[in-house]
């Protein structure tokens, strides 16, 4: 097993999102191949160099990462304004101590993040972490695989979590192939709901967004 540690400058075609997140100063922090069983080894070595960091553009990618891994960088990373996760399953333990309910509000109420964007994600219950996690964020993007189409991923967010994530702008969800066929099944969503005068779709290249029409 090898944990890949690595903090660079980047250029504004990474993670971007139209330009909200061009604006920035870019300190990204990279993890990879990090490994369930190696997390406290993990964060015994850097966490000294987290606490003196400023890093606002955390990317996590590995197989699998516990939710209270992503926890414990947020909580760590106070500048945060990115989070980039690219790993399959997201763990979430099923018995949590109410010391760790805590530290999930006071790091949920706390933290900076305005922009998500989740790669690889198979399960609704890993967007409702992270909505709950980051609830000031102003972007969502999601990578949309045969476990979650589009439709469900738009009904989810916007019609049952919207509540949670008060101050979302737009949407991104990343189709391998989008056509006219899943704009029109988006716009019937919309439509449906009596959003269409909230919200606006377009394409671009392979993702298709929903953006909030300004009042």
Do not use: W
Not at 26 to 54: G, M, W
Not at 176 to 203: A, D, V
Request: proline share 4%; hydrophobic share 40%.
């Amino acid at each position: 097993m090898i944990v890949f540690f690595r903090l660079k400058s980047t250029d504004s075609n990474d993670y971007h999102q139209e330009s909200s997140i061009r604006s920035i100063a870019y300190n990204p922090l990279s993890i990879v191949n990090l490994s369930v069983a190696n997390t406290k080894i993990l964060f015994d070595i850097i966490r000294p160099i987290l606490l003196l960091s400023t890093t606002n553009i955390l990317n996590i990618q590995c197989n699998e990462v516990l939710t209270e891994t992503i926890i414990e960088f947020v909580r760590l990373l106070p500048n945060l304004d990115t989070l980039v996760i690219n790993c399959p399953a997201v763990i979430q333990l099923k018995r949590v101590s109410i010391e760790e309910i805590e530290i999930f509000r006071n790091v949920s109420t706390n933290n900076k993040i305005t922009k998500v964007f989740l790669q690889r994600i198979t399960k609704f219950t890993q967007i409702q972490f992270f909505i709950r996690l980051c609830p000031s964020m102003h972007h969502f993007e999601i990578f949309s695989t045969n476990d979650i189409d589009p439709e469900s991923i738009v009904r989810f967010i916007l019609m049952k979590n919207i509540k949670y994530i008060p101050n979302l702008i737009s949407m991104g969800i990343r189709i391998s192939n989008p056509n006219e066929e899943i704009i029109k099944k988006l716009n019937k969503i919309i439509y449906l709901e009596e959003l269409q005068m909230n919200y606006m779709i377009k394409k671009k290249d392979n993702r298709i967004y929903l953006r909030k029409n300004k009042q």
